[in-house]
């Protein structure tokens, strides 16, 4: 299931809880011109954006957690960073339609009078004398949902930093917001399917929250490492970094194109990097631990000071392994790669795999195109070369120099014939063209995003 399809699930699951509890609406006004029915849609319309509010806030925090299952159930987890960021933004509007539909009594006031507007429903009798105080809580912690949200997607505002120390509040508002909805969801509800669906979101959006702030995320499979070496590819501050980390025993092994969340600082959050080698490929250290390849191109403010912080015998945390880019597809499919810059990364792996006689289950046949700014500058180039020309099954190259014009557009892979499975890792803009020439044609695209904030 993809991030689109599981967001259209979880709307429809919410709209139809509130469906079910929903009474039949009369006239809007009668002939007496009492706004009776009027008043009862602006009370359920209250109802339902506070659900897929608080539903949508639930299931960010869940995915927030990067569960296996959630990685399972979408097919990645850079799906469920996807499905993460636009329920969020999703709570966000939902939240604002509360809001507005709750100002909304002011102007239906001047236009009808409060005949006909429905007595407050009976809540929670524990709760009751909490009304004031649920109401004065969720409209701040809505104000500040609205301003952590546009923050948030507004990503050129904040550097890493402070970004993440605005996005560590969120679980603080949702709780905020729980005890709104706990103490304002209608009495009656509690004993029908909505109520059911509301108590299971609020409790496993609470636990969800508080796992978080007690900064548990990932633990059961974070792993303790060290940095063996670390080499500058190039001259240059735009030069890859090459980092190797030996990895604990408890380390449960990778396949190739996974990707890990690396915590080089206590201090820094968890940030996601490829592993660029096959499992076993680089042998052990010294002292018997295995060593995996992590290649950072310096693309943003927290990257760019690694080459400044990193150093050999530094210990780190590497929480993983994730993702189900394999490299291999259905076999009635042509196998085509596609990369572009540091993309080149996962492929890096997939081809350390394909090297002797022990070649991946079910690996086929393979054209990767790989698209650098300049071919002769790129230091990556010459080990991509010998690893295609020793890979089996065999891959076969082309590059695209975009300093000589040859740069790769979707539509050349239209010279391949048949249905593909098309493997990408690069700039989103190509991704986004891909996916658009996928639609009209007999293709199949695999990709993992690292957008992530």
Do not use: N
């Not at 004031?132 to 500040?144: P, Q, S, T």
């Amino acid at each position: 299931m993809r991030a689109r399809s599981a967001l259209a699930l979880t709307l429809l699951i919410l709209t139809l809880a509130w469906l079910a509890v929903a009474p039949a609406i009369g006239p809007l006004v009668d002939a007496q011109g009492v706004a009776s029915g009027v008043w009862e849609l602006r009370r359920q319309l209250l109802y339902l954006s506070g659900l897929l509010s608080i539903g949508l806030m639930a299931l960010t925090l869940l995915l927030a957690l990067r569960l296996p299952l959630a990685e399972w159930l979408l097919g990645g987890m850079d799906q469920a960073y996807r499905l993460h960021k636009w329920a969020g933004i999703g709570a966000a509007l939902a939240a604002l339609a509360h809001w507005g539909v709750k100002e909304s009594s002011g102007w239906m006031t001047a236009l009808w009078g409060r005949a006909g507007k429905p007595a407050r429903d009976a809540v929670l009798p524990w709760l009751a004398d909490s009304r004031g105080l649920a109401k004065d809580v969720g409209e701040w912690a809505f104000y500040l949902l609205l301003a952590a949200v546009a923050l948030t997607l507004l990503t050129r505002l904040l550097a890493y930093r402070p970004w993440r120390v605005l996005h560590r509040a969120m679980p603080l508002l949702f709780l905020a917001l729980a005890l709104h909805s706990v103490a304002l969801t209608p009495l009656a509800w509690w004993s029908q399917p909505a109520g059911l669906l509301m108590g299971v979101l609020l409790a496993l959006g609470s636990a969800a929250a508080l796992w978080s702030l007690a900064g548990l995320v990932g633990l059961p499979r974070r792993h303790a490492a060290r940095i063996e070496s670390v080499q500058a590819l190039g001259e240059g501050a735009d030069a890859p970094l090459q980092v190797l980390c030996a990895v604990a025993p408890s380390w449960p092994g990778h396949r190739a194109g996974q990707f890990a969340f690396v915590r080089f600082e206590r201090s820094e959050g968890a940030h996601p990097f490829t592993i660029a080698s096959a499992p076993a490929s680089l042998g052990r250290a010294a002292d018997g631990q295995e060593l995996l390849r992590l290649v950072i191109k310096p693309l943003g403010d927290y990257t760019r000071s690694l080459r400044q912080r990193l150093r050999a015998g530094q210990a780190l945390d590497i929480e993983g392994p994730y993702g189900r880019f394999d490299g291999v597809g259905a076999g009635q499919r042509q196998q085509v790669w596609v990369a572009a810059g540091v993309g080149i990364t996962p492929f890096l792996a997939l081809l350390e795999a394909r090297q002797g006689d022990a070649a991946p289950a079910g690996a086929q046949p393979a054209q990767l195109h790989y698209c650098t700014r300049d071919a002769a500058a790129d230091v990556l180039l010459p080990t991509l070369q010998a690893l295609c020309a020793q890979a089996s099954p065999p891959v076969r190259l082309t590059v695209h120099d975009a300093a000589r014009g040859q740069r790769l557009a979707p539509a050349d892979l239209a010279a391949t014939p048949g249905a593909l499975d098309i493997w990408f890792c690069g700039p989103p803009g190509l991704g986004d063209a891909l996916a658009g020439q996928a639609r009209q044609r007999p293709w199949r695209l695999h990709r993992e995003s690292f957008a992530m904030r």
